[in-house]
């Protein structure tokens, strides 16, 4: 990329002041990983965050994700110490039933602790991640109802949202953040294509340039069964015989590069091009 990629707005900063505060009010943490790119998605600033809380992972996205991946990010994670993990799609009614017995699990000392003193105080759980996760889509389905705000890019949450279930648990949603600095450009770009960083600060042609390598190197079979194209010496020569091939041209013939690279980009995020990791855990 000419320029790094770097996306953190007052906003966010603010926003993981607030829940710097909030977590104290809660019983444990639900954290929202995009399966597409789980590992990218770990925030170093929810390290401490998490600090001696359950956490339940939720491996969001899986319907378009890697299976094989998905299996072994959920072995990983579910071994932590005073942790699980879950794989999901939000977007499929009632999917996220199992959560209710795994937070139970977690939380389980609470809730003996409540129960010999009698007290009647609801399990109360905050939902993290980075924008665009699923983060309110989750606990859409976990109300049975649509009570917070949802939408396909990044920032649709601000400020803090508590929901209550008819289970009686309570559940903070939260805005998507980021951290200062992503040294690690490569999971700079992991974010853009999962829409975790907005389009308007990233090089749409870079980064659909970083996608077909990927795509030729990990899912090459996925790549021509879409496009029906070889593997050219490099991936700009793959980009350029693909317009080409769509007829994607201005006048005189020239390519129509912002259109092929929105198209590819668009194909890995609506999930045409098939179900694909963007981190490799083998
Ligand atoms: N295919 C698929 N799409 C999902 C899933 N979960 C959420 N989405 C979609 O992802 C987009 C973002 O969902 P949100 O719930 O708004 O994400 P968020 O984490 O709350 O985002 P911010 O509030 O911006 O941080 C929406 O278009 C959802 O429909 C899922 O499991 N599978
Ligand atoms: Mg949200």
Not at 97 to 115: A, D, F, Q, V
Not at 245 to 274: Q, S, T
């Amino acid at each position: 990329m000419a320029n790094n990629i770097n996306w953190f707005p007052g906003h966010m900063a603010k926003s993981l002041n607030v829940m710097n505060t909030e977590i104290k009010k809660v019983d444990m943490v639900i954290y929202v990983l995009d399966a597409r790119a789980p590992l990218s998605c770990l925030n170093p600033k929810f390290d401490s965050l998490c600090e001696g809380k359950p956490v339940l992972y939720v491996l969001n996205k899986v319907d378009m994700a890697d299976d094989s991946i998905s299996v072994n990010v959920k072995n990983i994670l579910s071994k932590k110490q005073n942790s699980d993990c879950v794989l999901l799609n939000s977007t499929e009614s009632k999917s996220s039933k199992i959560i209710e017995s795994i937070m139970k699990k977690l939380c389980s000392k609470k809730l003996e602790k409540n129960e010999r003193k009698q007290l009647n105080i609801p399990l109360r759980a905050m939902v993290i991640g980075v924008p665009n996760c699923g983060k309110s889509t989750l606990i859409n389905n976990m109300c049975g109802i649509k009570k917070t705000k949802t939408g396909d890019k990044a920032g649709v949450t601000r400020g803090k949202q508590w929901v209550a279930l008819k289970n009686g648990f309570e559940i903070l949603d939260t805005p998507g953040t980021l951290w200062p600095n992503l040294e690690d450009q490569d999971v700079a770009k992991k974010l853009c294509l999962i829409g975790s960083i907005k389009d308007e600060i990233v090089d749409i042609n870079e980064l659909s340039l970083y996608l077909i390598d990927y795509l030729q190197n990990y899912y090459y079979t996925k790549f021509v069964n879409r496009y029906n194209i070889d593997k050219k010496d490099t991936p700009l020569e793959t980009l350029e015989c693909l317009a080409q091939k769509k007829h994607f041209l201005i006048k005189g013939g020239e390519i129509d590069y912002d259109r092929v690279c929105a198209m590819i980009v668009d194909d890995f995020r609506k999930g045409r091009i098939g179900k694909i990791t963007l981190d490799r855990i083998i």
